[in-house]
């Protein structure tokens, strides 16, 4: 078993437009796990966002606070505590938080994503 304080993990900082932290909290350099990506994105409130993207794996996203939107294909769906976004490989995607609190999403790949993808994050 691995337990991992993500309280006490180091963040990365991505600056505006986009104002959001990221803390890598499993990946395959932590040994043991090869199967997926576990990643916490912080949205600052009014406006923190991701880019427009698409993985090469697939990506669950539960909200866990915060209110706004996820785009994809063209379409907004309003998105809160509670939400779950599934991206599947190669789907363009964005979540915006338009609220004034942060939005916390929990993120996963699967199956995990490349060393070279994730070689940026600091480590705890």
């Given at each position: ?7 006490k993990l180091?963040?990365?900082?991505v600056?505006?437009p ?5 803390q ?14 576990f ?8 406006g923190?966002k991701?880019e427009?993207?698409?993985h ?12 706004g ?13 509670g ?16 609220s ?25």
């Open positions: 078993m691995k337990i991992v304080e993500t309280t180091p963040f990365k900082s600056a505006a986009y104002q959001r932290s990221q890598m909290v499993m990946d395959k350099s932590d040994g043991g796990q090869e199967n997926f990506t990643l916490i994105s912080t949205l600052f409130p009014l923190g991701t427009s993207h698409v090469d794996v697939d990506e669950l996203i539960y909200i866990e606070s915060g209110y939107y996820s785009a994809a294909n063209g379409e907004r769906t309003p998105v809160g505590p939400t779950t976004v599934y991206a599947v490989a190669g789907e363009e995607h964005q979540l915006v938080n338009e004034h609190e942060t939005m916390k999403l929990i993120c996963v790949y699967i199956p995990a994503l490349s060393e070279e993808a994730v070689k940026t994050f600091p480590r705890g």
